[in-house]
C-alpha cells in the first residue's frame, strides 16, 4: 500500500524542516481530511516557527473558526494581516481583511 498524502508530507518535513511549503500542505491535507485538530495543531507549529509564511492565516483562522473559536480566528486573522504587512503581501492581506470583516462583532468588554 502506498503512503497517504499525510505520510509524505511528514517525511518531507523531516528532511526539510526549515521549508514552510510542506508544513502548510500537511495542515490543509488534515483540514481538507476533516481531521480539524489535527490541522489546528499543525497551523499552529507553522505559524510560530515561519511567523511571515502569510499563506498560513487565512486557513488557520478559517480552521478556528471550524472548530468554534471565533476570538482565536479574529487573532489569527489579525497576526496575519501584521504577517502581510511586513512581507507586503497585498493579496494575502486582502482575503484576511475579507474574513476579519466577515467575523460577527467583539463581544462587549467586562470590565
Known sequence: MPPSR???????????PSDPFPQYGLALEHK?????????????????????YTAAYLHAG?????????EEARAVYARGLDACAKAGD??????????LAALPAEPPQRL
Open 32 to 52: 481538507n481530511a476533516g481531521q480539524l485538530a489535527e490541522a489546528w495543531a499543525a497551523f499552529e507549529a507553522l505559524m510560530e516557527k515561519h511567523p511571515t
Open 90 to 99: 497585498a493579496h494575502a492581506r486582502g482575503e484576511l481583511e475579507g474574513a
Open 62 to 70: 478559517n480552521t478556528a473558526l471550524a472548530l468554534g473559536r471565533t
Open 6 to 16: 499525510i505520510e509524505l508530507l511528514r517525511a518531507f518535513i523531516a528532511n526539510r
